[in-house]
């Protein structure tokens, strides 16, 4: 294990670094946000590195989240003020900015913007904040991505869906989890994924992942060819990537296909990835988009001579200034665990010390890949969050992007594959019944 990695927490909450937006470093300092977790609850908490004097601030405490979901995101305006989201459980979110410049140990008062779960935010370059939430709606039918806007120094703006829950997937769990990233023209790019069911038995039936993008601040939208798409818009509406609907391998399955990060060079081109196991276990897929068209490479196989018994069942995606293209693939032993080619929830749930972090990475675009190990295996490496631009802060090309995770279970408190039914989160809690672990950057 490499000696630069740093211990942010040894209280971190089993999805202590999950989120896009936990890390961001600028102007001498690295600020982080995190979850952790207590008898009294969890907490977001955020702290800072002052690189010249190689000093941490103490944690400071932003919120309590109602549970593991209600977790805090960050951005930075042009101005050097930080901002954070704290998340909810299909509960309120609100926002808070840092009192001064590279700052966190005093914060304004929280604000409440919406209701919804699993935020994305980032800042544009005039300073505009734009969020998305999984949004509740007022029946549970009306659910979708809802899109929020804050103008510089100007009040928050009421939702915009941009995307929405099918009918017949109404009455059913569903997930719409997404990643923004903003060319420095102000174009905005997405990547979103849905996740439907009929009913709680047949999770997961429907599953695509689609890309669209926007050149007014995400009142319309577009897809590569400069069509437009239709709001609230449904796969049909947008770029499929890709898309099926079928019973799948189990009650409560993990995507088979969900996107793996997007990010804009410098010249505004946008580059995600996506996994398609339906296709092939771990089938890890790179795109991009030139002159309206989408263009797509297999990647899996730059892995797969490295290691021939992993497959990919993560991917994070980041750019630095040179505009080198830097993604983070978490591998896990294959076939172990797997059914019919497909991974398990029963993956997710437990204490690994055989999965690997690995870099694969292009300079030139994606025409060319190499392919680097990060983090060996011996212990484990939950939900790691990349260190991504996010609002006013790049990554130079003189260092690798910095990565939070935390060691020990991402299991659920009780050791379920959920919280019990019969007794609430806090009492959970307070009777001791959750694992704290240690939050580390590296």
């Not at 190689?54 to 400071?60: I, Q, R, S």
Request: net charge negative; proline share 6%; charged share 20%.
């Amino acid at each position: 294990m490499s000696d630069s990695r740093q211990l942010i927490s040894d209280t971190g909450s089993e999805r202590a670094t999950n989120d896009s937006g936990k890390i961001i470093t600028t102007q001498g300092h690295t600020h982080v946000i995190w979850q952790d977790v207590s008898r009294e609850g969890y907490f977001n908490r955020v702290r800072s590195h002052d690189h010249t004097s190689n000093t941490w601030t103490e944690p400071f405490t932003l919120d309590q989240g109602i549970d593991n979901h209600a977790r805090g995101v960050m951005t930075i305006d042009p101005k050097g003020y930080l901002h954070v989201v704290l998340g909810g459980h299909a509960s309120a979110v609100t926002w808070r900015h840092s009192l001064k410049p590279h700052d966190t140990s005093a914060w304004s008062e929280p604000q409440p913007i919406g209701v919804g779960t699993y935020p994305i935010f980032l800042c544009a370059p005039d300073g505009t904040l734009y969020l998305t939430l999984r949004g509740q709606g007022k029946e549970r039918h009306q659910r979708g991505v809802d899109l929020y806007r804050r103008p510089t120094d100007g009040d928050w703006q009421a939702a915009h869906q941009i995307v929405h829950l099918a009918p017949e997937y109404g009455q059913a769990y569903a997930g719409f989890h997404n990643q923004l990233a903003i060319a420095a023209d102000g174009a905005m790019h997405a990547i979103i994924d849905f996740y439907e069911g009929e009913d709680e038995h047949c999770r997961g039936l429907h599953q695509a992942t689609c890309y669209m993008c926007s050149h007014d601040q995400g009142t319309t939208w577009q897809k590569a060819d400069g069509s437009t798409v239709q709001l609230p818009a449904r796969p049909e509406d947008m770029d499929t990537l890709a898309q099926n609907a079928f019973t799948r391998h189990e009650q409560t399955p993990p995507p088979e296909i969900k996107h793996g990060g997007l990010v804009v060079s410098s010249q505004g081109q946008p580059f995600f990835f996506y996994l398609h196991h339906s296709l092939a276990p771990g089938r890890l897929i790179f795109a991009t988009v030139k002159d309206g068209i989408i263009h797509e490479q297999n990647v899996s196989n730059h892995l797969g001579r490295m290691w021939p018994d992993m497959r990919a069942v993560g991917c994070w995606l980041t750019i630095r200034e040179d505009d080198a293209i830097y993604a983070l693939v978490l591998l896990t032993p294959y076939p172990d665990e797997w059914l019919k080619g497909r991974p398990v929830r029963s993956m997710n749930l437990r204490e690994r010390d055989d999965q690997r972090l690995a870099w694969l990475v292009s300079a030139d675009g994606g025409q060319e890949w190499t392919v680097d190990s990060f983090l060996e295996p011996g212990e484990a490496y939950n939900c790691p969050s990349l260190e991504r631009p996010v609002g006013d802060n790049s990554i130079p090309a003189s260092r690798l992007p910095q990565v939070l995770y935390f060691d020990g279970t991402n299991e659920y408190p009780g050791g379920g594959e959920y919280y019990a039914e019969n007794t609430t989160v806090a009492e959970i809690l307070a009777s001791g019944g959750f694992t704290a672990n240690n939050v580390w950057l590296i």
